[in-house]
Structures are given as C-alpha cells and as structure tokens.
C-alpha cells in the first residue's frame, strides 16, 4: 500500500481483508482528502444536534476548473489514503465515480449515489474530468442506525446506496439534483439523514467507550478488559459497529493522525513517525 511522497516509516502496512489489490504507484495521483478546508471549491459542514452523534461533517463540492497558468497536465486519477470512516456520497455533475485495480485498468463505474465502506488500504478514482457531489462522513458505529447494514458488510469496498436503501437512494438523488446551490443542498442531505433515525439509536456501550479510549491512544486489548466480553466477541461487535478490526482500525486512525499532524508541520517526517510510534 506504498504512497509517494510517505517515507517507508509512515506507509500504512495494513491487512487488506477483502479489498482489491493495491494500485501499482504509476497509477497514483495526486491525493485530496474529503474536507479539506483549503479547497474553495467545496462547502463543509458540522451537522446539527440530532446528528452529531453519527455524521462527523458534510460536504458539497463544485465542478473544479482547471488552474490557468498551470503548465503541469492535470492528473488524470488519484489516490485516496485510508481514514477508516464511511461516507455516504452522491455525484450529481459530472461522470459517474470510476474506481481501479491493477486487475482492471479501464476502472468500475458506479451508480451515482454510493456508501464508501471503511477501507484500510488506499484506492485509485478517476478524476479526468470535474464533478460535483454532496456527502457525508459518517462516525463510527453509525452505519447500522442510518443505514441498517452493519459496517463490516460494507468494508473494504463501495458499494451503490440502493443496494442498501432501494428506491429511497435513487428519490433522494433526484431531489438532490433540483435543489439549488450547495446550501440548499446540505440542508436536504441533513433533512435524510435526521429522518433516518430511529427512536433508539444509542451505539453500543462497549463499542463507544472502546472508541473513547483509542482516542487517547488506549490498547486493543485493555478496552477488550474494560467490555467485559471474550475478545472474539468484542472484535466482532467492533467490526459490525466501525467496520474494520480494532486493531486495524486503530493503525488506520494513527496513520491518518500523522498525515494531519505534517500537514501543518515543518518537522521532518522521521521525527513525526517516530513520534506516532513508528519503530521502523
């Protein structure tokens, strides 16, 4: 799962259950995390009260035009890192989204309403063209009470939201595409998402205080004490809650914490490795 640009240090070495095999690093482009407060081309978001516990931000993004003066050719893919969270997106200008593997150069398309399942390794999407979409990163555990699936299901790959909702994806992508303007768009998003709650929605005990304690950098197997449950039991209540293995999902969050920390950072990247705990 090597990424130019990352020293050997901060490469995700990360198991890749059901994922397809990685990219080769000729196919990489340049990477953009969603959210990226820099991009003017895109709208983001905290969601209101109701959903705050399940829906970590939305976005709207605009068609971006290519920069005048750039003498570079604009990439044609790009390669999105692991964050180990889900989003729920639907592309309403532009081509469908277009996914690669070595094993398949011309790329998948994809219907254009998607739930892009928690991944542990990075992915290759088409960019050749502009797009316009809308979504929203989802906070672990919310997979099952906003969509009814459990996570792991919809690990390691995407996946078409109708799949998962039926005909309410496609409604809901139609009244997406009448709204004007990305405000007015957010606010429907955030009108489906809320209805979508169910009157019980409270994530599982030992899955949010096993959340809490990686936060501050807690071990797998001291949270596993703390539930009170076997350890097969409690990486299965984990997997079906965030999707990912603990384990796993706690290399992914590390990983991401150290591409957040350099991106403000003047430090070299062996001190930021280290730091994280990096050992080699």
């Known amino acids: 799962h090597r990424h130019r640009g990352l020293p050997h240090q901060l490469q995700p070495r990360l198991s890749a259950g059901r994922s397809a095999k990685p990219p080769a690093p000729a196919a990489l482009g340049y990477p953009r995390r969603v959210g990226d407060p820099r991009r003017a081309d895109q709208l983001i ?6 959903l705050r516990p399940f829906v970590r931000t939305l976005w709207a993004s605009l068609p971006s035009a290519p920069r005048p003066g750039a003498d570079a050719p604009a990439p044609q893919r790009e390669a999105v890192l692991p964050s180990g969270t889900m989003h729920v997106v639907f592309r309403l200008e532009g081509p469908p989204l277009r996914l690669f593997t070595d094993d398949d150069p011309r790329g998948q398309p994809f219907e254009p309403a998607v739930v892009g399942g928690a991944r ?3 992915y290759v999407k088409d960019i050749s063209e502009p797009a316009g979409s809308v979504g929203a990163e989802l906070m672990p555990g919310a997979a099952e009470i906003l969509l009814g699936v459990p996570a792991g299901e919809l690990a390691e790959r995407h996946t078409a939201l109708s799949a998962v909702l039926g005909p309410a994806a496609h409604a809901i992508h139609a009244r997406l595409l009448e709204a004007r303007g990305p405000e007015a768009r957010l606010d429907l998003l955030e009108a489906f998402l809320r209805a979508r709650l169910p ?15 990686f936060a501050h950098g ?5 949270a596993v004490r703390e539930s009170g449950y076997s350890h097969r039991h409690f990486v299965a209540l984990f997997r079906a809650s965030v999707g990912l293995a603990p384990k796993l999902y706690c290399r ?3 990983f991401q914490a150290v591409i957040a920390a350099a991106a403000g950072a003047r430090r070299d990247w062996a001190h ?3 730091d994280a705990g990096y050992a080699d």
Do not use: D, K, N, T
Not at 45 to 50: K, L, Y
Not at 199 to 213: F, Q, S, V
């Open 45 to 50: 978001r905290a969601p209101g009260p109701a």
């Open 120 to 122: 542990s390794s990075a």
């Open 199 to 213: 009157a019980r929605r409270a994530l599982h005990p030992a899955i949010a205080g096993a959340l809490a304690r």
């Open 218 to 222: 807690a071990e797998v197997g001291e």
């Open 252 to 254: 992914v969050r590390r």
């Open 272 to 274: 930021l490795a280290l």
